[in-house]
Protein backbone atom coordinates (compact mmCIF):
# COMPACT_ATOMS: atom_id res chain seq x y z
CA UNK A 1 0.00 0.00 0.00
CA UNK A 2 2.92 2.39 0.24
CA UNK A 3 2.99 2.05 -3.35
CA UNK A 4 0.16 2.88 -3.93
CA UNK A 5 -0.42 5.05 -1.49
CA UNK A 6 2.25 7.69 -2.85
CA UNK A 7 0.88 7.36 -6.36
CA UNK A 8 -2.35 8.20 -5.18
CA UNK A 9 -1.13 11.63 -3.85
CA UNK A 10 1.07 12.35 -6.81
CA UNK A 11 -1.81 11.70 -8.98
CA UNK A 12 -3.79 14.10 -7.08
CA UNK A 13 -0.97 16.41 -7.01
CA UNK A 14 -1.22 16.20 -10.88
CA UNK A 15 -4.64 16.97 -11.04
CA UNK A 16 -5.10 19.54 -8.59
CA UNK A 17 -2.14 21.32 -7.37
CA UNK A 18 -1.86 22.90 -3.95
CA UNK A 19 -4.74 23.11 -1.87
CA UNK A 20 -6.29 26.54 -2.91
CA UNK A 21 -8.08 26.79 0.28
CA UNK A 22 -7.25 25.29 3.81
CA UNK A 23 -3.58 24.98 3.09
CA UNK A 24 -2.30 23.13 6.33
CA UNK A 25 1.16 25.00 5.88
CA UNK A 26 -0.19 28.27 5.36
CA UNK A 27 -2.25 27.66 9.14
CA UNK A 28 0.69 26.29 10.67
CA UNK A 29 2.92 29.54 8.84
CA UNK A 30 0.40 31.91 10.40
CA UNK A 31 0.81 30.39 13.92
CA UNK A 32 4.32 29.73 13.61
CA UNK A 33 4.72 33.46 13.31
CA UNK A 34 2.50 34.60 15.99
CA UNK A 35 4.22 32.19 18.20
CA UNK A 36 7.32 34.12 16.94
CA UNK A 37 6.36 37.25 17.68
CA UNK A 38 5.48 36.61 21.45
CA UNK A 39 9.12 34.60 21.97
CA UNK A 40 11.31 36.03 20.13
CA UNK A 41 12.44 38.33 22.92
CA UNK A 42 15.71 39.39 25.29
CA UNK A 43 18.68 38.10 25.60
CA UNK A 44 20.78 35.83 23.15
CA UNK A 45 20.01 32.92 25.69
CA UNK A 46 16.57 33.36 26.13
CA UNK A 47 16.07 33.68 22.24
CA UNK A 48 17.88 30.31 21.73
CA UNK A 49 15.92 28.50 24.25
CA UNK A 50 12.56 30.00 23.51
CA UNK A 51 13.82 28.84 19.82
CA UNK A 52 13.68 25.26 21.08
CA UNK A 53 10.42 25.25 22.80
CA UNK A 54 8.52 27.31 19.87
CA UNK A 55 10.23 24.52 17.43
CA UNK A 56 8.97 21.39 19.92
CA UNK A 57 5.32 23.27 20.33
CA UNK A 58 4.75 23.59 16.81
CA UNK A 59 6.08 20.16 15.07
CA UNK A 60 6.21 17.54 17.61
CA UNK A 61 2.40 17.18 19.01
CA UNK A 62 0.69 16.78 15.28
CA UNK A 63 2.50 13.66 14.08
CA UNK A 64 2.36 12.14 17.50
CA UNK A 65 -1.49 13.07 16.95
CA UNK A 66 -1.50 11.30 13.72
CA UNK A 67 0.09 8.16 15.32
CA UNK A 68 -2.63 7.61 17.40
CA UNK A 69 -5.57 8.56 14.94
CA UNK A 70 -3.96 5.79 12.77
CA UNK A 71 -3.64 3.35 15.40
CA UNK A 72 -7.26 3.16 15.66
CA UNK A 73 -9.11 4.32 12.78
CA UNK A 74 -10.44 1.56 9.94
CA UNK A 75 -7.96 0.83 7.70
CA UNK A 76 -9.54 2.27 4.30
CA UNK A 77 -9.77 5.69 7.04
CA UNK A 78 -5.75 5.16 7.84
CA UNK A 79 -5.08 4.94 3.58
CA UNK A 80 -7.09 8.49 2.83
CA UNK A 81 -5.28 9.86 5.88
CA UNK A 82 -2.27 8.83 4.76
CA UNK A 83 -2.51 9.98 0.64
CA UNK A 84 -4.24 13.05 1.86
CA UNK A 85 -0.92 13.82 4.43
CA UNK A 86 1.31 12.85 1.27
CA UNK A 87 -0.58 15.15 -1.14
CA UNK A 88 -0.54 18.69 0.82
CA UNK A 89 3.04 17.26 1.85
CA UNK A 90 4.39 17.16 -1.70
CA UNK A 91 5.12 20.11 -3.80
CA UNK A 92 5.46 18.72 -7.33
CA UNK A 93 3.26 20.65 -9.30
CA UNK A 94 3.91 23.67 -7.55
CA UNK A 95 7.46 23.26 -7.85
CA UNK A 96 7.02 23.15 -11.80
CA UNK A 97 4.51 26.11 -12.18
CA UNK A 98 6.89 28.34 -9.79
CA UNK A 99 9.74 27.69 -11.68
CA UNK A 100 7.80 27.82 -15.20
CA UNK A 101 6.84 31.33 -14.37
CA UNK A 102 10.24 32.32 -14.16
CA UNK A 103 11.52 30.30 -17.21
CA UNK A 104 8.42 32.18 -19.87
CA UNK A 105 9.52 35.64 -18.89
CA UNK A 106 13.39 35.07 -19.44
CA UNK A 107 12.44 33.46 -22.72
CA UNK A 108 10.32 36.73 -23.35
CA UNK A 109 13.08 38.48 -22.02
CA UNK A 110 10.49 40.16 -20.00
CA UNK A 111 13.09 41.01 -16.68
CA UNK A 112 11.10 42.62 -14.62
CA UNK A 113 8.65 39.90 -14.53
CA UNK A 114 11.44 37.43 -14.13
CA UNK A 115 12.98 39.18 -11.20
CA UNK A 116 9.13 39.97 -9.60
CA UNK A 117 8.33 35.97 -9.48
CA UNK A 118 11.93 34.93 -8.07
CA UNK A 119 11.41 36.99 -5.43
CA UNK A 120 8.77 34.29 -4.37
CA UNK A 121 11.15 31.94 -4.14
CA UNK A 122 14.31 32.99 -3.02
CA UNK A 123 15.49 34.94 0.01
CA UNK A 124 18.23 36.90 -1.92
CA UNK A 125 17.56 40.15 -3.70
CA UNK A 126 16.47 39.68 -6.95
CA UNK A 127 15.82 43.52 -7.96
CA UNK A 128 19.29 43.89 -9.24
CA UNK A 129 19.28 40.73 -11.08
CA UNK A 130 20.06 40.15 -14.31
CA UNK A 131 18.48 37.21 -16.60
CA UNK A 132 21.93 34.97 -15.74
CA UNK A 133 21.61 35.56 -12.45
CA UNK A 134 18.24 34.66 -11.96
CA UNK A 135 18.07 31.34 -14.09
CA UNK A 136 20.91 30.63 -11.40
CA UNK A 137 19.04 31.47 -8.24
CA UNK A 138 16.17 29.68 -9.86
CA UNK A 139 17.54 26.42 -10.59
CA UNK A 140 19.53 25.97 -7.41
CA UNK A 141 15.61 26.72 -5.46
CA UNK A 142 14.71 24.06 -8.26
CA UNK A 143 17.03 21.62 -6.96
CA UNK A 144 17.39 22.52 -3.23
CA UNK A 145 12.83 22.61 -2.80
CA UNK A 146 12.85 19.35 -5.23
CA UNK A 147 13.89 17.30 -2.54
CA UNK A 148 12.53 19.47 0.54
CA UNK A 149 8.79 19.66 -0.88
CA UNK A 150 8.93 16.87 -3.16
CA UNK A 151 11.54 13.51 -2.88
CA UNK A 152 11.90 14.07 0.79
CA UNK A 153 8.45 13.66 1.33
CA UNK A 154 7.75 10.64 -0.78
CA UNK A 155 11.27 9.01 1.12
CA UNK A 156 10.08 9.58 4.31
CA UNK A 157 6.64 8.34 4.21
CA UNK A 158 8.73 5.02 2.76
CA UNK A 159 11.15 5.28 6.56
CA UNK A 160 8.32 6.23 8.75
CA UNK A 161 4.81 6.90 7.15
CA UNK A 162 3.09 10.12 7.78
CA UNK A 163 3.81 10.88 11.26
CA UNK A 164 7.45 11.67 9.88
CA UNK A 165 6.58 13.26 6.57
CA UNK A 166 4.98 15.76 8.90
CA UNK A 167 7.43 16.35 11.09
CA UNK A 168 9.82 16.69 8.21
CA UNK A 169 7.63 19.04 6.15
CA UNK A 170 7.02 21.20 9.60
CA UNK A 171 10.54 21.11 10.46
CA UNK A 172 11.33 22.54 6.97
CA UNK A 173 9.09 25.40 6.65
CA UNK A 174 9.96 26.46 10.01
CA UNK A 175 13.85 26.42 8.56
CA UNK A 176 12.41 29.07 5.60
CA UNK A 177 10.70 31.01 7.94
CA UNK A 178 13.42 31.14 11.10
CA UNK A 179 16.41 29.52 9.46
CA UNK A 180 18.12 32.63 9.10
CA UNK A 181 21.55 34.01 10.56
CA UNK A 182 20.29 37.63 11.15
CA UNK A 183 19.42 39.96 14.39
CA UNK A 184 16.41 38.77 14.27
CA UNK A 185 16.69 35.15 13.99
CA UNK A 186 20.21 34.15 14.32
CA UNK A 187 19.43 33.03 18.38
CA UNK A 188 15.45 31.96 17.72
CA UNK A 189 16.01 30.23 14.84
CA UNK A 190 19.36 28.27 15.23
CA UNK A 191 17.09 24.95 16.43
CA UNK A 192 14.72 25.09 13.58
CA UNK A 193 18.48 25.47 11.52
CA UNK A 194 19.87 22.62 12.96
CA UNK A 195 16.72 20.28 13.42
CA UNK A 196 15.90 20.86 9.50
CA UNK A 197 19.94 19.46 8.81
CA UNK A 198 19.11 16.64 10.69
CA UNK A 199 15.99 15.73 9.58
CA UNK A 200 16.71 16.10 5.64
CA UNK A 201 19.95 14.13 6.33
CA UNK A 202 19.36 11.09 4.99
CA UNK A 203 16.41 11.91 2.19
CA UNK A 204 19.59 14.73 0.81
CA UNK A 205 21.61 11.41 0.21
CA UNK A 206 18.78 8.95 -0.66
CA UNK A 207 18.17 12.15 -3.68
CA UNK A 208 21.54 12.46 -4.63
CA UNK A 209 21.29 8.99 -5.35
CA UNK A 210 18.21 9.38 -7.59
CA UNK A 211 20.04 12.19 -9.30
CA UNK A 212 23.00 9.93 -10.25
CA UNK A 213 20.93 7.17 -11.19
CA UNK A 214 19.45 9.60 -13.84
CA UNK A 215 23.13 10.58 -14.82
CA UNK A 216 23.61 6.77 -15.42
CA UNK A 217 22.17 7.75 -19.18
CA UNK A 218 24.24 10.70 -19.72
CA UNK A 219 27.84 9.07 -17.91
CA UNK A 220 27.97 12.04 -15.03
CA UNK A 221 26.56 9.59 -12.15
CA UNK A 222 30.06 9.13 -11.00
CA UNK A 223 31.12 12.83 -10.99
CA UNK A 224 27.54 13.74 -9.86
CA UNK A 225 28.79 12.03 -6.13
CA UNK A 226 32.02 13.05 -6.32
CA UNK A 227 30.72 16.65 -6.95
CA UNK A 228 27.84 16.13 -4.20
CA UNK A 229 30.55 15.15 -1.22
CA UNK A 230 33.53 17.63 -2.40
CA UNK A 231 31.20 20.40 -2.84
CA UNK A 232 29.04 20.28 -0.06
CA UNK A 233 31.99 20.55 2.26
CA UNK A 234 31.98 24.28 1.74
CA UNK A 235 28.16 24.86 1.09
CA UNK A 236 26.26 26.77 4.06
CA UNK A 237 23.83 24.06 3.72
CA UNK A 238 24.79 20.22 4.13
CA UNK A 239 21.95 18.59 2.71
CA UNK A 240 21.53 21.37 -0.21
CA UNK A 241 25.05 21.31 -1.06
CA UNK A 242 24.42 17.44 -1.80
CA UNK A 243 21.68 17.74 -3.82
CA UNK A 244 22.47 20.76 -5.51
CA UNK A 245 25.79 19.70 -6.50
CA UNK A 246 24.57 16.21 -7.75
CA UNK A 247 21.46 17.68 -9.18
CA UNK A 248 23.74 20.82 -11.80
CA UNK A 249 26.34 18.34 -12.28
CA UNK A 250 24.12 16.17 -14.10
CA UNK A 251 22.31 18.40 -15.85
CA UNK A 252 25.79 19.45 -16.74
CA UNK A 253 25.22 23.09 -15.16
CA UNK A 254 27.73 25.32 -12.60
CA UNK A 255 25.99 27.54 -10.11
CA UNK A 256 27.19 29.16 -6.94
CA UNK A 257 28.36 32.55 -6.92
CA UNK A 258 27.92 36.03 -5.71
CA UNK A 259 24.44 37.23 -3.86
CA UNK A 260 22.81 39.72 -1.56
CA UNK A 261 20.91 38.36 1.12
CA UNK A 262 19.61 40.62 3.44
CA UNK A 263 21.01 43.62 2.41
CA UNK A 264 24.34 41.40 2.70
CA UNK A 265 27.17 39.99 -0.48
CA UNK A 266 27.29 36.20 0.41
CA UNK A 267 29.58 34.25 -1.80
CA UNK A 268 28.61 30.87 -2.11
CA UNK A 269 31.27 28.04 -3.73
CA UNK A 270 30.85 26.67 -6.82
CA UNK A 271 28.28 23.47 -7.11
CA UNK A 272 28.23 20.92 -9.96
CA UNK A 273 30.17 21.23 -13.15
CA UNK A 274 29.49 22.05 -16.58
CA UNK A 275 28.33 25.41 -18.95
CA UNK A 276 27.21 28.84 -17.49
CA UNK A 277 23.90 28.71 -16.17
CA UNK A 278 20.90 29.90 -18.71
CA UNK A 279 17.46 29.78 -18.49
CA UNK A 280 16.91 26.66 -19.95
CA UNK A 281 18.55 25.29 -17.22
CA UNK A 282 15.33 25.81 -14.68
CA UNK A 283 13.09 23.42 -17.24
CA UNK A 284 16.12 20.91 -16.90
CA UNK A 285 16.31 20.61 -13.12
CA UNK A 286 12.43 20.41 -12.88
CA UNK A 287 12.61 17.83 -15.43
CA UNK A 288 15.73 16.42 -13.45
CA UNK A 289 13.48 16.24 -10.24
CA UNK A 290 10.19 14.68 -11.94
CA UNK A 291 12.85 11.83 -13.38
CA UNK A 292 14.27 11.32 -9.84
CA UNK A 293 10.60 10.59 -8.60
CA UNK A 294 10.13 8.35 -11.42
CA UNK A 295 13.45 6.68 -10.63
CA UNK A 296 12.31 6.48 -6.91
CA UNK A 297 9.20 4.68 -7.74
CA UNK A 298 10.32 2.29 -9.36
CA UNK A 299 12.97 1.12 -7.07
CA UNK A 300 10.34 0.98 -4.60
CA UNK A 301 7.89 -1.26 -7.15
CA UNK A 302 10.92 -4.37 -7.18
CA UNK A 303 11.80 -3.91 -3.77
CA UNK A 304 7.96 -4.42 -3.14
CA UNK A 305 8.43 -7.64 -5.42
CA UNK A 306 11.52 -9.07 -4.40
CA UNK A 307 10.79 -8.34 -0.70
CA UNK A 308 6.93 -9.71 0.02
Not at 3 to 21: M, N, S
Not at 28 to 34: E, I, Q, S, V, W
Not at 57 to 70: F, H, T
Not at 132 to 147: C, D, K, P, V, Y
Request: a positive charge; one cysteine or more; proline letters at 3%.
Amino acid sequence: MILITLLCALLIDHLLGEPRRFHPLIFFGNLARKLEKRLNQGSHRKRLLMGIAAWLILVIPIPLLVVAVLSFVPFYIAFLINVYVVYWAVALKSLTEHGMQIYQPLTDNNLSQAQHYCAYIVSRDTSELDAQAISRATTESMLENGHDGVTATLIYFVIGGAPLVIMHRLSNTLDAMWGYRTAQFNYFGKCSARMDDLLGFISAKVTTLLFAIVGLFNGTAKMALFNAYQQSKTYKSHNGGWVMAAGATVINVCLGGTAIYFGKSVQSPQLGQGEAVQSKHIKMSLTLVRQAVCVGLIILFFLQWILF
